[in-house]
T-cell receptor, first 112, second 115 residues
């Protein structure tokens, strides 16, 4: 499968725990995006990378959230001290330059 | 600032009848507009895009959309619904003319298709 891959697909955690999601973009895609989608809403932009550089962060991304793309390939999104309001689907997308965004199937987070 | 408003949260049609999903946009300059579809447990898929070329845009699976600047609308249509069209549809605007950077999504319209 050469699409965008996200892991884990589902994560249930207790409030206060840390979680990490991984995204493997399509090979040779230099741009990688993270979005968050809550129930009944459209996805909202969180952050994006060009190669290993994080170029923009939404104000939705509180200081409990951190994203990395250390070698310009896969990316991780970590949420520290999770809160119930963090429950959402976290979507990753990749593209080459400003071409079409290809989305993964998402990682669903449930915070109890 | 750019935004999109999807005028219907739910639309229900019979198989074989036309589909109309409505979207209005707000943009301070000529936007790029898209429609994405999301099937259950599947990733978002691009249906079609408008990037200031032809105002009538044809997409995959028989869908099309017409850009109307005077009405600031970008409604999605299909002449005949199929059961497999049942999904969530998102109207999307990009602040980067001609590109896909930092997409801004509407709240979505859930399309139900019944026999």
């Amino acid at each position: 499968d050469t699409g965008v891959s996200q892991n884990p697909r589902h994560k249930i955690t207790k409030r206060g725990q840390n979680v990490t999601f991984r995204c493997d973009p399509i090979s040779e895609h230099n741009r990688l995006y993270w979005y968050r989608q809550t129930l009944g809403q459209g996805p909202e932009f969180l952050t994006y990378f060009q190669n290993e550089a994080q170029l923009e962060k939404s104000r939705l991304l509180s200081d409990r959230f951190s994203a990395e793309r250390p070698k310009g390939s896969f990316s991780t999104l970590e949420i520290q001290r999770t809160e119930q309001g963090d429950s959402a689907m976290y979507l990753c997308a990749s593209t080459r330059d400003t071409g079409e965004l290809f989305f993964g199937e998402g990682s669903r987070l449930t915070v109890l | 600032a750019q935004s999109v408003t999807q005028l219907d949260s739910h639309v229900s049609v019979s198989e074989g009848t036309p589909v109309l999903l409505r979207c209005n946009y707000s943009s301070s300059y000529s936007p790029s507009l898209f429609w994405y579809v999301q099937h259950p447990n599947k990733g978002l898929q691009l249906l079609l895009k408008y990037t200031s070329a032809a105002t009538l845009v044809k997409g995959i699976n028989g869908f099309e959309a017409e850009f109307k600047k005077s009405e600031t609308s970008f409604h999605l249509t299909k002449p005949s619904a199929h059961m497999s069209d049942a999904a969530e549809y998102f109207c999307v605007v990009s602040p980067l003319s001609g590109g896909y950077n930092k997409l801004i999504f509407g709240a979505g319209t859930r399309l139900a298709v019944h026999p």
